[in-house]
């Protein structure tokens, strides 16, 4: 899928590039927050000594910024994403995760926020239509 960045997305992928030193691969704008894909392997160097760079960066945009790290495969994205995810199945575009009952809730975020985020960025980098929680 080819992916179409508008200016304000560039910018803010541009300004946090050059904030943290580490590449970014995709970035949405949600509300007060700013979710952010970032280079396989930088998450160390985006987040900084004791969070010090990612504490700057909020300071810069003024919104909470959450972190991804890119992975070549969509199953090693999603388990990047999902950390607790114990199940990935691949059915077409549809991807199911299974995930302890205990971490349902906060996978799926308060009203389906979350699973919102991750479903905009599974679209956008591997042209997944919907990540459904077990």
């Given at each position: 899928?080819?992916?179409?960045l508008d200016q304000n997305t560039l910018q803010s992928m541009?300004?946090?590039?050059?904030?943290?030193?580490?590449?970014?691969?995709?970035?949405?704008?949600?509300?007060?927050?700013?979710?952010?894909?970032?280079?396989?392997?930088?998450?160390g160097l985006t987040v900084g000594k004791n969070g010090a760079k990612i504490k700057h960066a909020e300071r810069v945009f003024k919104k909470n910024i959450k972190v991804f790290e890119y992975a070549p495969t969509l199953e090693?994205?999603?388990?990047?994403?999902?950390?607790?995810?114990?199940?990935?199945?691949?059915?077409?575009?549809?991807?199911?995760v299974k995930v302890k009952p205990s971490e349902r809730a906060r996978t799926i975020g308060k009203a389906g926020k979350n699973i919102k985020i991750i479903n905009k960025f599974l679209q956008r980098l591997f042209s997944i239509e919907e990540l459904k929680v077990k």
């Open positions: 899928m080819k992916l179409t541009n300004l946090f590039q050059s904030l943290t030193g580490a590449p970014v691969v995709d970035c949405i704008t949600e509300d007060d927050e700013i979710y952010f894909v970032i280079g396989e392997g930088k998450y090693e994205f999603v388990k990047k994403v999902i950390p607790d995810v114990q199940e990935i199945k691949i059915n077409g575009s549809i991807v199911y």
